[in-house]
């Protein structure tokens, strides 16, 4: 079955350690997204892209980084740049210029700071 | 910047009557898309609008989007038990080949006895 891939499920940072986020696709998506949540928020977009190595900033990208090697793969850094890392990371991926697709999300990495 | 405004925040419902999500945007879209988030877990895909006009149901829920008012609405009727989650609306501004989705503060739901 197609689908995302989000691991790990749960993620424990030391103060001052950069962690990576694991996110892969075997639906042939074009485009790959980052969010974040918070206790009893929205969702804020982190990063996002749309083609191979290339990427653009979303709405809160400090303190992160991504990188796109592969159409299927869309890893997330959390430095210790950013002063506040816990919450739950979502990954989602779309196929462009097909109006009636909707974006699928992965089950999410729950990143706790220690 | 795109905003994205849903309400009410908290929703109590009684089985068996009939509630309205809202959910505004600041910025011209004809792409509005329904999420449902249980506690702890990722987020389902309920409906894509993407026209004005646009109504689609599934079960007990309808969804339709205003593109002049700038406004969708999510339709329960006769809530039940399992309806209990957060839900969530999301916007994909219309920009040429700048695809990505703005988020509302989601709906919590309840429905008691």
């Known amino acids: 079955d197609g689908g995302i891939t989000q691991s790990p499920k749960y993620l424990f940072r030391k103060e001052g350690q950069n962690v990576t986020l694991s996110c892969e696709q075997n639906l042939n998506h074009d485009a790959m997204y980052w969010y974040r949540q918070d206790p009893g928020q929205g969702l804020r977009l982190i990063y996002y892209?749309?083609?191979?190595?290339?990427?653009q900033k979303g709405d809160i990208a400090e303190g992160y980084s991504v990188s796109r090697e592969k159409k299927e793969s869309f890893p997330l850094t959390v430095t210790s740049a950013q002063k506040n890392p816990t919450a739950f990371y979502l990954c989602?991926?779309?196929?462009?210029?097909?109006?009636?697709?909707?974006?699928?999300f992965g089950s999410g990495t729950r990143l706790t700071v220690v | 910047e795109l905003k994205v405004e849903q309400n009410p925040l908290f929703l109590s419902m009684q089985e068996g009557k009939n509630y309205t999500i809202y959910c505004n945007y600041s910025t011209t879209s004809d792409r509005l898309y329904w999420y449902r988030q249980d506690p702890g877990k990722s987020l389902e895909s309920l409906f894509v609008?993407?026209?004005?006009?646009a109504v689609k149901q599934e079960g007990r829920l309808m969804a339709s989007l205003d593109t002049k008012a700038r406004l969708s609405t999510l339709h329960i009727t006769a809530a039940v038990h399992d309806l209990s989650a957060t839900y969530f609306c999301?916007?994909?501004?219309?920009?040429?080949?700048?695809?990505?989705?703005?988020f509302g503060a989601g709906t919590t739901v309840t429905v008691r006895a």
């Open positions: 892209s749309q083609i191979v190595n290339d990427f």
């Open positions: 999301a916007v994909d501004p219309k920009r040429p080949n700048d695809y990505k989705l703005s």
């Open positions: 989602a991926s779309t196929i462009l210029g097909r109006r009636t697709e909707s974006y699928t």
């Open positions: 609008l993407l026209s004005n006009g």
